[in-house]
C-alpha cells in the first residue's frame, strides 16, 4: 500500500518499458485478509517469528485502514482479499 516517491518512479518506468510491476506481499502477510484484528491479538503469529514482530509493530495502527478496506470489499461484495489485490493491480 506504499505509494511513495520511490513507488511511483518505479511504477513509470515499468510502463515505460511495458514491464508488468507486481505487488510483494499484497495481502500483508495476512494482515489485509481481514483474519486479524488490531484489537485481538491473540490470533497474530507468535514471537520470535518475525512475523509476529511485524504484526505487533503494524496491527496497533491498522484499524483505521482494515476499517475502509472492510467497507469497500462489502460495498462490492469482495472479500478485503479481493479489495487488496485489486488495489495493487489498479
Known amino acids: ?3 511513495g516517491k ?3 518512479d518505479c511504477k513509470a518506468a515499468c510502463d515505460d518499458l511495458g514491464v508488468t510491476m507486481i505487488a510483494y506481499s499484497p495481502l ?7 483474519s486479524y484484528s488490531p484489537n485481538e491479538r ?4 507468535r514471537l ?7 504484526f505487533d509493530k503494524v496491527m496497533p495502527g ?3 485502514l482494515l476499517e475502509t478496506m472492510r467497507e469497500v470489499a462489502d460495498g462490492r461484495n ?3 482479499s479481493q479489495a487488496a ?5 489498479t
Do not use: D, H, V
Open 6 to 8: 520511490l513507488q511511483r
Open 48 to 54: 520470535p517469528n518475525p512475523r509476529g514482530i511485524l
Open 78 to 80: 469482495k472479500t478485503m
Open 42 to 45: 491473540g490470533n497474530y503469529p
Open 28 to 34: 500483508g502477510l495476512g494482515m489485509l485478509t481481514g
Open 85 to 89: 489485490i485489486n488495489y495493487c493491480i
Open 1 to 3: 500500500l506504499s505509494r
Open 62 to 64: 491498522a484499524g483505521p
